[in-house]
């Protein structure tokens, strides 16, 4: 077990903030949450998120990153170190494990995806083309096993170089200048769509609630969504805890990073409708829809090109930063719990999990009629996170930080400024979240 003078540290308040960002904001953000959206109906689903990032979100941020700078120990030791030797709450560790292995092996997938359209930008594929041509140029990947494999071996092999050189100083450097142009480029997206036609239904369709569209299954989404987006449940920000110095303030970084989160996700869905609704295209069409609707407006704005470039490659680089939080928390399990080193656990890791991932690949084209529990490879591990294993380990770990480690941990977290918001924050982990999670679990299963 490791102890908290090996460990390395993030080397600054701001490191630490853009790693928590860069972890926050990926796919999920720009892919994930307009397609869901779309797919669930729009207004009633955003809210749903919304309440859930409030009520469930911020506390369990707020744990897992206590957690982890209290032990200073990879997912498993941190539930030991905080708690006692051989407590059974190791177990939410090794779910958090068992999560973060699904989540990256078709999270990388999509990462492919994106990987293709940067490829397909550079050789201008999108301006002067027809919307219809556009629109079948995800089809044509997905006809090709071969090429998608190579994709996916390409994003999962950025992942293991970045993280095969630990914290990586380098990273930092590039997260600080392209996180924000990710976020201006995306500013200026939105001035675009508020010129189409479509954009006034946009906000409609996002922004006004129709509950009667909202499905049991749907609320579990948004819920699951909540920690997809976030990077919870599973233990990224127990990790990326465990390498802040203790002491040091974590309540305002969380509502920094969850308050940017919302934002770049509620700004994309507003420009990938936006295009929906201008060009008549069918809101609820699932995965497709990012890789569909916005090379068609790239193709209408001056400067298309570069834009498409710049906007494929930062979402890119969004997905790797999200991706090697993932990894991270598989190698420094294994290297710090069972005594490897680095290198060669990150090319078992990631090359296992590469080699899990090829089935969602392979769900497009070769294996599109396989179906377990109804499912393809590809959704089966999207829902079996998100749906599930996501929300469950959130909740349990609300549990741990409320009953195992109380008011003493809350006290510290608000650092003595509060007595009122200690205590709110204690309840929320003990009752409100868990129980929030539980019940919307429980009607989703009773539904299915
Ligand atoms: N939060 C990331 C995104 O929105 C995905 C992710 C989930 C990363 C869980 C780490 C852990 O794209």
Redesign the pocket.
Known sequence: MATASVRAHWSNRLAFILAAAG???????IWKFPYITGVNGGGAFVAVYLVCILVVGLPIFVSELYVGQRAQANVVDAFVLTHRPGTPWRVVGWLGLLSAVV?LSF?SVVGGWVLDFVMRSVTNQFVGHSDEEIKGMLGTLFASPGRQLLWHALFMGGAMAIVQQGLAAGLERWSRILMPTLFVLLLLLLVRAAFLPGFGRALEFLFTPHTEQLTAAGILEAVGHSF????LG?G?MITYGSYLRTGQELTRTVFSVAALDTLIALVAGTIIFSVVFSFGLEAGSGPTLMFQTLPMLFAKVPGGYFVSVAFFLLVAFA?LT?AI??LEVVVTYWAEHHGKSRGPTVLVAGGSIYLLGILSALSTNLLEGVKVLGLTFFDLADKLTSSLLLPLGGMLIALFFGWVLGPRAADEVIGGRSRAAALLLVWTARVLAPLAVLVILINALRNW
């Not at 972890?23 to 953000?29: I, R």
């Not at 997809?228 to 990077?231: A, E, I, R, V």
């Open positions: 972890s926050a904001v990926g796919l999920g953000n989540i999270y997809f987006t976030l990077s599973m990224a997905a999200s939080s993932l």
